[in-house]
């Protein structure tokens, strides 16, 4: 697997790998249906330092396939907010677990990151497995969040991440 920035002449990868209403229904900020243009104007956004933003690809046979993005935007609230997804035949195989792990693991030590939030829909139990995995606990509040591809807001289960402590890390 690669973690690797997005650039231009991904476009066209994006859009088809990401194209699925089933993916799309599941993010916050993405149209649907999904098209190239859309791929481009993603591709075109400024890139932060400390919101970085990845496409994932997956090593088969000799060839790296397009299979997902993950990233850490600011959320309604200003926090650090980690949001994925990855295209429907890479389902069910650890593929988002470790590329998740990886980058959390990246921003805890890049950016001395000791929190970091995320959630998912009340109907994506999946993305919230993923997220167990990786030591997100859920805070218990459920907030409306707008689903553009859906065209309505819908219940999102927030979950939140925090670093081991200096005396949990020594204890592992």
């Given amino acids: 697997m690669t973690l690797r920035p997005g650039w231009r002449e991904d476009a066209p990868a994006l859009a088809a ?3 699925h209403e089933a993916v799309v229904r599941m ?8 098209r190239l243009d859309d ?8 890139s932060r330092i400390d919101e970085p933003s990845f496409l994932i690809f997956e090593h088969v046979g000799g ?3 397009l299979v997902g993005g993950i990233g850490v935007h600011r959320d309604e609230a200003g926090e650090r907010e980690l949001g994925y997804w990855l295209t429907p035949p890479a389902w069910g195989r650890g593929l988002m677990t470790e590329a998740a792990g990886a980058v959390v693991a990246t921003l805890s030590q890049s950016l001395r990151l000791t929190r970091l939030v995320s959630g998912h829909y009340l109907d994506n139990p999946a993305s919230g497995r993923v997220l167990a995995k990786l030591g997100f606990v859920a805070t218990g509040e459920v907030r409306v969040r707008q689903s553009i591809a859906r065209g309505a807001e819908v219940g999102c289960v927030v ?7 200096t005396e949990a890390a020594l204890a592992a």
């Fill in 17 to 19: 790998a990401i194209a």
């Fill in 27 to 34: 993010l916050a900020r993405a149209p649907w249906p999904y």
């Fill in 39 to 46: 791929a481009e104007a993603f591709l075109a956004l400024p």
């Fill in 63 to 65: 060839e790296a396939a």
């Fill in 159 to 165: 979950m939140e991440w925090r670093a081991p402590t």
